[in-house]
């Protein structure tokens, strides 16, 4: 790693590691199923921690991205992949098509919903948009793969997208997943209906009338309407 990537992540542990709080570390680790180790910061606090490493002058490089953030992602500590997927955040209008296969390696290493969600909804939501002709290619591997998570990223990219959605492509992807026992999927069918249901709930009902959804994802498409 280049010197000044190194000394970037050093920076950064060492202020992560100021702000170190056992107790705190204890039940985030608790409530990831002892999956990851903690700092013990929370969300707020973690991230006025980050603010100086985000200012635009001090990011790094664009093309140094990926080996940063693939350093961070080795890191034990969760925090870590926080920091990681909110810096790539930080680039919207550098965005190049090969960064697919950077999100997919956080999607598919150290995966819990706790980082896949925002790269879904965030990270590759906005890269579809950039880069529509990749969707259709990357959906279809996604839902081919067996991959809980990269399945749940199929669902979810288009989260954000308001009245932007694709209905024909999320029901072929909602009908391409309803045997699924996982709860992870049933629960982001429910979400991105659920999501959707702002925008068009006529849609949303109409569509859960006549499909065959697990009682999770129902349950969680219409919770608005009803």
């Not at 190194?6 to 680790?29: G, H, R």
């Not at 080996?67 to 919207?92: C, G, N």
């Not at 959906?139 to 288009?158: E, G, M, P, T, Y």
């Not at 997943?177 to 925008?199: D, P, Q, V, Y």
Request: with cysteine.
């Amino acid at each position: 790693m280049k010197t000044i990537l190194k000394a970037f992540v050093n920076t950064l542990e060492i202020e992560l590691e100021k702000n170190t709080n056992p107790n705190i570390a204890f039940e985030q680790k608790a409530y990831m199923r002892n999956q990851f180790e903690y700092y013990g910061i929370k969300s707020t606090e973690r991230r006025e921690i980050q603010k100086p490493f985000f200012i635009k002058q001090f990011l790094p490089q664009k093309d140094d991205l990926v080996e940063l953030v693939m350093a961070l992602w080795e890191k034990p500590q969760r925090d870590f992949q926080y920091f990681a997927k909110e810096l790539i955040f930080k680039y919207p209008n550098q965005l190049e098509k090969k960064d697919i296969e950077l999100f997919e390696y956080m999607v598919t290493h150290k995966s819990w919903w706790d980082t896949v969600d925002f790269i879904a909804a965030k990270l590759m939501g906005e890269y579809f948009k950039k880069f529509p002709e990749q969707r259709d290619l990357y959906v279809k591997k996604w839902i081919d793969s067996n991959n809980i998570w990269l399945q749940r990223c199929a669902l979810l990219f288009q989260l954000k997208y308001q009245e932007n959605l694709d209905t024909f492509l999320l029901s072929s992807i909602i009908n391409s997943l309803l045997a699924s026992k996982e709860f992870f999927i049933n629960k982001a069918i429910g979400w991105i209906l659920r999501e959707f249901s702002k925008t068009n709930p006529t849609w949303v009902e109409e569509f859960a009338s006549k499909t065959a959804l697990s009682n999770l994802s129902r349950r969680e498409a219409l919770r608005l309407i009803s």
